[in-house]
């Protein structure tokens, strides 16, 4: 029943705001690029509005929409910032949720560098381990407290290359300037497509649940749309495919 209504409430938006084509802003995190470029596109094909995506780390979209930012609407890698904003007054009453759920892979281009159960970082055999800063990305964080429980925060500190947001820390290792890093399921799988290289994905058990809230930021009738369709059955879909889990 809450499915349906939720739906039908989102096809009742979709015809009011066809009237006429508006645009909104997005800040979004890096780590959720892929995916919400996805949306967003499926949303403007079905209502001709214009969806402009920001993408960067949750930590600088938070300062910056804290510090009066224009944009309508945040996707965070967590729920901490969200709930911040939520609490200073920065943001529409009662339109936080959880839109996805993120997971933590290690990950090497190489085939057989990254082996089950992530031995390889007992091992050693490799130069450089990219990791996200773990003061601004949840990734980065979740990243050190699995490093952590394996007792190799400390010892592998001259070895860390360490990204200003998951999306710079992939490609660290995409470049090889790192052999191997921690970054989200997200950006090493796609829509029917094969993952490349080696990869383990980590335990959620391991760290923190990386839970990635939205927030409206100031009412709009298209940016309330926006934030419906990604709760629809078809957008959720879509999330999953991308490496996600939905509640």
Known sequence: ???????????????????????IRVAVAS??????????????????HK??????????????????????????????????????????????FT??????VLWSPSDNLVNEGGKVLEQGKFRYLAIANP??????????????????????RSRMVRGENIGQTYQFVRSGNAELGFVA???IKRPGETISGSYWEVPQG???????????LRESAVARNF???????TAQKTIRAHGYATH
């Open 31 to 48: 780590n959720f690029f892929t995916a919400i470029e996805a949306l967003a596109r499926q949303f403007e094909g079905e209502t001709g």
């Open 99 to 104: 839109y996805a759920v993120g997971k933590l």
């Open 51 to 96: 969806v402009t995506l920001v993408i960067g780390s949750s930590g600088k979209h938070y300062a910056q929409i804290h510090n009066g930012a224009p944009y309508d609407l945040f996707f965070s890698a967590d729920e901490r910032r969200p709930r911040l904003l939520e609490e200073a007054g920065d943001t529409v009453s009662g339109s936080r």
């Open 185 to 187: 399921h997200s950006q």
């Open 206 to 216: 391991l760290y923190t649940p990386i839970t990635q809230q939205a927030v409206l």
């Open 1 to 23: 029943m809450f499915r349906f209504s939720r739906q039908l409430i989102f096809s009742l938006l979709l015809i009011s705001g066809n009237a006429c084509s508006d645009e």
């Open 135 to 156: 003061k601004l990305a949840p990734y980065g964080k979740a990243a050190q407290e699995v490093l952590q429980s394996r007792r190799l925060w400390k010892p592998f």
């Open 227 to 233: 934030l419906e369709y990604v709760k629809s059955d």
